[in-house]
């Protein structure tokens, strides 16, 4: 199973793709449901991992609409981090960083009681959830 950790933010997103046969992909793209179909939605069933952000509900659900099983990991868990060197943040570290928490199952879920269950399949729309500046 490929592991993946994704940075989400408001325009665009990093994604660590850790794949089965020890492949790294990197890519970065806009957070556009229409583009993590473009970059996810061929690939085999993946455990992906996200943080608890604004925009990871949407992102979520997008995400388990293209067949993967997706974590919202706490941002505040400091295990995820607990492999990286003490280095400049960046998008790419930090979707490194979840990539690899993912792999070592170094994360923990976020508590988001206010979720109800998503619609297998279903991909929403841009504004449910997504908010433009």
């Known amino acids: 199973m490929d592991h993946i950790g994704i940075d989400v933010h408001k325009k ?13 992909i990197e890519q970065r793209i806009r957070t ?17 991992v996200v943080e608890a952000l604004t925009d ?15 974590i919202v990991a706490d941002p505040n868990s400091a295990p995820k981090y607990a492999a990286l060197t003490r280095k400049v943040k960046t998008d790419r570290r930090d979707a ?27 991909i929403p729309a841009l504004d449910s959830g997504h908010r433009s500046v």
Request: hydrophobic residues 40%.
């Open 56 to 70: 990871s509900e949407w992102v979520e659900r997008c995400l388990e609409g293209l067949g993967h099983e997706v």
């Open 32 to 48: 556009e449901p229409e583009r993590f179909a473009a970059v996810l939605g061929g690939r085999p069933r993946a455990r992906i």
């Open 96 to 122: 490194h960083a979840l990539a690899e928490a993912c792999l070592l199952g170094a994360y923990r879920p976020a508590h988001r009681p206010h979720l109800r269950p998503a619609t297998a399949g279903a």
């Open 12 to 24: 665009d997103s990093q994604i660590y793709i850790l794949a089965e046969g020890g492949e790294v």
